[in-house]
């Protein structure tokens, strides 16, 4: 029933710029906040951002601070990711999930490859 339906992947440059998006459904999305994960491989999954439930209130590992923005349309029960200034150590496989505190709620999408390579 529920779905997290992660997209907006690709290969870009190092240096570039890409929007992530994950599409929702299947529960309450206003009673959630969410977060985005990322794996590189041979890796474990790492958290990268959350943006709260109310939207007023984002928060990213330091890694990705100042360069990656977190953002959700709670209309359109949809998350983002803008990522900005992309280094090849941000290649992975992103995941967005709902959390409530450090607990993730759903079972993990499929998630959205990205590659920053030139």
């Known amino acids: 029933q529920v779905q997290l339906v992660e997209s907006g992947g690709g290969l870009v440059q190092p240096g570039g710029s890409l929007k992530l998006s994950c599409v929702t459904s299947?529960?309450?999305?206003?009673?959630?906040?969410f977060s985005w994960y990322r794996q590189r491989p041979g890796e474990e999954r790492a958290y990268v951002a959350t943006i709260t439930r109310s939207n007023g209130h984002s928060y990213y590992t330091n890694s990705v601070k100042g360069r990656f923005t977190i953002s959700r349309d709670n209309a359109k029960n949809t998350v983002y990711l803008e990522m900005n200034s992309l280094k090849d150590v941000d290649t992975a496989v992103y995941y967005c999930n709902a959390v409530a505190g450090s607990t993730v709620i759903f079972k993990w999408g499929q998630g959205t490859q990205v590659t920053v390579s030139s």
């Open positions: 299947g529960f309450n999305f206003g009673d959630y906040g």
